[in-house]
């Protein structure tokens, strides 16, 4: 059966006391690989070194939710034969990010939708990055939670700090430089931790 590996993966780390090796370093990458070039963009383009009509950077993240929410879904086809994915603490990440996923295209669609009802201003979207650093420290906090490495509880203070110290930044270009440099230390660097320590694909 193909799932047989993977039960014999989590049979041998059950029985050393150990949790499965955490999976969601691809989460981390994926959407901070994203994140990153995008807030630059953002940046760029509102600060006028782009050389784009400022009202044009809504599609910079379109691009970005439509290419977030596809690669979504092929990260979990990829990841569903991963040695360790049955795992209680992967699957509970899994779970997290895909609700953090959700969290933060609930609140910039309802930004979107407040400002064409007219009862928005501009100066909501500058909250949605801090929104998100909001969810990466959930997302790290309950990895920890599930068993996973030590350093994952002061990233999600660090996270819930990047939160709290980005609003006073809040309606300056400054935003997007401070968000873009927040994603490298919350998301990329931890993705590439994580990934390095996956168990490899004949694990079991």
């Not at 930004?111 to 928005?120: D, H, K, N, S």
């Not at 990047?162 to 935003?175: H, K, Q, S, Y």
């Not at 998301?187 to 931790?193: D, E, N, S, T």
């Amino acid at each position: 059966m193909s799932n047989d590996p993977d039960l014999a993966y989590l049979r041998s780390v059950a029985e050393s006391g150990q949790q499965a090796p955490s999976l969601a370093g691809r989460y981390f990458l994926w959407w901070g690989g994203l994140a990153a070039p995008a807030l630059l963009a953002h940046w760029a383009i509102i600060t006028g070194l782009a050389g784009i009509a400022p009202h044009l950077v809504g599609f910079v993240w379109m691009a970005y939710g439509i290419v977030g929410m596809t690669g979504m879904f092929v990260l979990r086809r990829a990841l569903r034969d991963k040695p360790g994915a049955g795992a209680v603490n992967n699957r509970g990440e899994a779970a997290v990010w895909n609700g953090v996923m959700w969290l933060i295209a609930a609140y910039a669609i309802g930004a979107v939708a407040a400002m064409i009802a007219g009862r928005g201003d501009m100066i909501l979207f500058d909250t949605i990055p801090l929104v998100a650093f909001g969810g990466y420290g959930v997302s790290f906090w309950v990895s920890s939670s599930l068993g996973g490495p030590r350093w994952m509880r002061p990233m999600a203070i660090i996270a819930w700090l990047a939160c709290g110290a980005g609003v006073f930044l809040v309606g300056t270009p400054a935003l997007y430089l401070y968000s873009a440099a927040a994603v490298g230390i919350l998301a990329l660097l931890p993705g590439i931790v994580l990934v390095r320590g996956e168990p490899a694909a004949e694990a079991g």
